[in-house]
């Protein structure tokens, strides 16, 4: 039901963006508004247990009283079972995540209660969602693969977690009258110079939702990506 629900809320979002481009511009514009739509759509408050992450013996204890937060998050790295995904860097964040609408854990650092840990255990996590906006130039086909390798990395720790990639090809004219020549690669080309395949049928195998704006007829749509 939730993926069902992010992906109707992408889409209606990337169809917005059609009609006016420029309402946001850069990703950071995007993540904003994607995450006002998710948290509208995906209303529901969970309740956490905070643990301290590190350091001395804890200067501070909570009462009785539920702690609750939003299921939908930003910037946020996730591990499994307090260690780094395999093929992740201590350093990776997915752009947005939503947690399980159940319990889940979070930690804070040792020397403010408040000081919570944008870090969540995959067990928690019931979707990934990256995020791109850029122009399908070959420079930038190497971070676009880069984020669907990081989503099969989530995908491969947890085969519940639902991952999704929302690509804004920025080289599309949208009304604008363009002097120059408008670059015809796809990112289905960076697909498949990976070996990867991309179709329109549910696969069998794990598989990344990607959402796009079909460059012919200018009507956001999804494909799956695998990996074999």
Request: hydrophobic share 35%.
């Amino acid at each position: 039901m939730t993926r069902t629900k992010i992906s109707e809320i992408i889409l209606k979002f990337m169809t917005e963006y059609v009609s006016n481009p420029i309402l946001n511009i850069g990703e950071h514009d995007i993540q904003s508004e994607l995450l006002c739509r998710l948290r509208i759509c995906i209303n529901e408050k969970i309740e956490v247990n905070i643990n301290l992450k590190s350091g001395p013996k804890k200067k501070y204890s909570w009462n009785n009283k539920p702690r609750k937060t939003s299921r939908v998050h930003t910037e946020t790295k996730i591990t499994n079972g307090g260690k780094n995904i395999a093929g992740l860097t201590d350093k990776q964040r997915v752009d947005l995540m939503v947690f399980k609408n159940k319990n889940v854990d979070l930690l804070c650092h040792k020397d403010g209660p408040l000081a919570i840990v944008t870090e969540a255990d995959i067990s928690d996590v019931n979707s990934v969602i990256e995020l791109k906006s850029t122009t399908v130039t070959a420079s930038n086909s190497a971070d676009f693969i880069k984020d669907i390798k990081f989503l099969f990395a989530y995908k491969a720790a947890s085969a519940e977690v639902s991952c999704f990639q929302v690509f804004f090809n920025t080289s599309l004219s949208l009304g604008c009258v363009s002097s120059t020549t408008i670059p015809t690669t796809t990112w289905q080309s960076w697909v498949t110079s990976e070996g990867w395949k991309a179709s329109q049928t549910q696969p069998q195998s794990p598989f990344v939702e990607v959402f796009y704006i079909d460059p012919v007829t200018l009507i956001p749509t999804m494909s799956y990506v695998t990996q074999s």
